[in-house]
């Protein structure tokens, strides 16, 4: 309904529209989802109480047969702690499943906005193609009003109606590169690309205190060392007693049946090693899961700074180019008046429109790159946008 709205409406939409629409529309990020979901239910399933377990059998002679077992009712009582550690799995699977989903959605955050970028790109460049093309038909108009009057040879109209049509070529392929950059975008929301467009002018903005611990890679890293650790300790209680308490019938064959209390405590004294080389073998899961996240957090941090430095550059590029935009632009209007009063000449108004145009397009250029710049900043520290979480 919000995909057909907003194409019904003809609306621009913003970079958190488009994510909110991908969040809606795409499979993968409902599969993710679900995986989180069926976690937290493993979870509860490893951290249930035991079973109350219900015996009943009988023989076809009394005298063979499980005797005081004919009707047993069996609870066993956790107290040395195994229920406690096999939930602590079930938590460390959490964390696994809540770092592949922030992976995931990462993943089509940074596809989304990426495609985003790029028809914003493409939209700029087609309105800086419909600027020029006006300032290229003045220039023709301006042209043949002074050739009619005599002032100007026919080879200026001649030039003057070449950067026309050169101007108008540029705007059909920018249009062009629009469509398919709205097309793509479409594709990766999952709605249909008519009447689809983008908001004028719109920026990501980047993050305002970055931080590394929200990383997908960095969360997987730390749910293997908390499974690890886990795993370990389960291995530990399986050295420790088992206790229970059960309801017991006498056997079928009295002929006046009784029911009893009895409290069960039962243990290995043996297991030929095999706990302690469970333990040890989890132990260094963990080790070694504890150095990996070391190594990974240390290239994240270095990662961080260098995409800090390419955000900080872009932005400073952009100001710069806006104060050259403005001066550009006076520029054109000037030679325009100039050489329509017959104080200047037709190569003024070509230059200063040639000048204009390649100062636009590497603005235009320049925003891409901050927009990119900040979504390799989303990368690097793992953000996710709101509508994601």
């Not at 405590?265 to 996240?293: F, M, P, Q, Y």
Request: charged share 25%; glycine share 4%.
């Amino acid at each position: 309904m919000l995909a057909a709205s907003f194409c019904q409406a003809q609306a621009q939409i913003s970079a958190t529209d488009a994510l909110r629409l991908a969040s809606q529309n795409r499979p993968a990020l409902a599969a993710s989802r679900l995986g989180v979901e069926q976690a937290r239910l493993s979870a509860r399933a490893l951290g249930a109480l035991p079973p109350l377990n219900l015996a009943v059998g009988a023989s076809s002679r009394s005298e063979v047969g499980a005797t005081d077992q004919d009707f047993a009712l069996t609870q066993e009582i956790d107290l040395f702690g195994r229920r406690r550690a096999s939930g602590r799995i079930g938590e460390a699977e959490i964390q696994h499943a809540l770092a592949t989903y922030r992976r995931e959605a990462s993943l089509l955050q940074s596809e989304v906005l990426t495609a985003f970028a790029t028809a914003v790109s493409a939209n700029h460049q087609s309105e800086v193609a419909k600027e020029l093309l006006v300032v290229s038909e003045g220039l023709l108009n301006a042209t043949n009003r002074r050739f009619d009057e005599g002032k100007v040879a026919e080879l200026q109209v001649t030039r003057a109606t070449i950067e026309y049509e050169r101007a108008k070529q540029t705007r059909e392929l920018k249009d062009a590169d629009y469509r398919a950059a709205i097309t793509r975008l479409a594709s990766l929301l999952g709605v249909p690309p008519d009447d689809l467009s983008v908001v004028p002018d719109a920026s990501i903005e980047p993050v305002e205190n970055p931080s590394l611990m929200d990383r997908p890679d960095i969360l997987e890293i730390k749910a293997e060392v908390a499974k690890a650790t886990a795993e370990a300790g389960l291995a530990r209680t399986a050295s420790r007693p088992e206790f229970s308490l059960q309801v017991v019938r006498s056997p079928w064959a009295n002929d006046r049946g009784y029911f009893v209390g009895r409290a069960q405590l039962s243990w290995n004294l043996w297991d030929h090693g095999r706990i302690r080389h469970e333990v040890k073998a989890a132990s260094l899961r963990a080790d070694a899961a504890t150095k990996t996240l070391a190594d990974a957090t240390a290239r994240a941090e270095q990662e961080l700074a260098a995409v800090q430095i390419e955000l900080r550059s872009r932005q400073a590029r952009i100001e710069s180019y806006e104060a050259i935009l403005a001066s550009a632009k006076d520029l054109v209007g000037k030679s325009q008046k100039g050489f329509s009063e017959g104080f200047g000449t037709q190569v003024d108004v070509l230059e200063a429109t040639r000048a204009l145009r390649e100062v636009e397009q590497e603005l235009v250029e320049a925003r891409q790159q901050l927009a990119l710049a900040v979504i390799k900043q989303y990368e690097a520290v793992g953000y996710l946008v709101e509508v994601l979480k």
